[in-house]
């Protein structure tokens, strides 16, 4: 299993190192000027040249290069041209945010989805069945967006069971001090029980809106896995077997978990930079919203930074998710 992580941790970081490099060029290739967007079209050459000397971009595009790896090497991500602050610390207050988002909104569709594709194979074609494959189809045939405005709609609006969409706090509510980043672990680690409390208020729409999308797929995927595996050749030997039930059950939900724990990690990276519609709908500021701006103010160093972190993200993301399938199948570490 050591050598295994080895293996995987090796080839991350050159995927990790050949993506940073792609995106390095890639964005200087555009055709685009961040210097006038910077200090506006109708500055002087003068006002120019001096912004872009700042910026560095009066250098050729290797030794833009050159400094900006070396930097890298060092665990220095650059400094925002918007903003002036470090690339690194920007992204460590805006990445909790988004982590914490999905890692809720899997939590709950894994736990909804699974047992429900479960029982939707062990009863095909019952109403059951027709039921969740007509709620698969209507829940990933909308945008997210749309599904948090018309929750929003219904819950904030209609019902009055939801906040208003204005954060991850209400304006009366004191945030407690940024330790991990994530509203809730900072809320319970410094006793703010009134701010927890807020949080999870503020948090249950936007977690719902995502487990809603990202459940129609997982049950697909566990009803179908689950079909193919009751219909293999050693589950009808294990029931002919006379063994007990449970046994089988185990055996079968064991044999069915890879491909639905494979599309749940797919599904976390995808969610990890496409959550940024349903953060700008719900007001949070996560690395969604932040990569958004940085692309809208073509602001290089933040643009790198941020592709870098949800590469590595997703990454590790990715090993853990190796780390899993070698757990419940062996054969994947051969």
Do not use: C
Not at 25 to 40: K, T
Not at 141 to 157: S, V
Not at 194 to 208: G, R, S, T
Not at 274 to 293: C, D, H, I, M, T
Request: aromatic content about 10%; cysteine-free; proline content about 6%.
């Amino acid at each position: 299993m050591g050598r295994y992580v080895l293996k995987r941790g090796a080839i991350g970081l050159i995927q990790a190192l050949g993506i940073t490099i792609v995106v390095f060029f890639v964005i200087r290739a555009l055709p685009a000027d961040p210097v006038a967007r910077l200090v506006g079209f109708n500055a002087t050459e003068d006002v120019y040249a001096q912004a872009q000397a700042s910026l560095g971009l009066d250098q050729s595009v290797w030794s833009q290069f050159v400094t900006y790896m070396s930097g890298l090497v060092r665990g220095d991500l650059g400094v925002s041209w918007v903003t002036g602050s470090p690339i690194l610390s920007e992204i460590r207050s805006a990445l909790p945010v988004t982590l914490q988002l999905i890692t809720l909104a899997f939590a709950v569709a894994l736990l909804v989805s699974v047992p429900i594709g479960i029982a939707t194979a062990k009863r095909p074609g019952g109403k059951l069945d027709k039921a969740v494959f007509g709620y698969g189809l209507f829940a990933g045939a909308q945008p997210e967006f749309w599904w948090g405005l018309l929750f929003i709609f219904i819950f904030y609006y209609t019902l009055g069971l939801a906040p208003a969409p204005l954060g991850e706090f209400a304006p009366s509510v004191s945030p407690p001090p940024e330790i991990t980043g994530m509203s809730l672990v900072d809320s319970l680690i410094t006793g703010n029980f009134a701010a927890f409390v807020d949080a999870a208020w503020h948090l249950w729409l936007p977690v719902m809106t995502l487990a809603f999308i990202v459940s129609g797929p997982i049950i697909k995927m566990t009803r179908q896995s689950m079909s193919r595996v009751l219909g293999s050749e050693f589950i009808l030997y294990q029931q002919a077997s006379g063994l007990p039930s449970s046994q089988v059950a185990r055996s079968t939900t064991r044999a069915s978990l890879p491909p639905v724990v494979t599309l749940a990690g797919i599904l976390f990276g995808f969610l990890l930079g496409g959550a940024v519609l349903v953060e700008q709908v719900f007001a949070f500021n996560g690395l969604g919203s932040y990569s958004v701006r940085a692309v809208l103010n073509l602001d290089y160093p933040a643009i790198q930074g941020t592709v870098l972190i949800i590469t590595i993200v997703s990454l590790l993301v990715y090993l853990v998710l190796d780390l899993l399938l070698a757990a419940i199948d062996p054969r994947v570490k051969n």
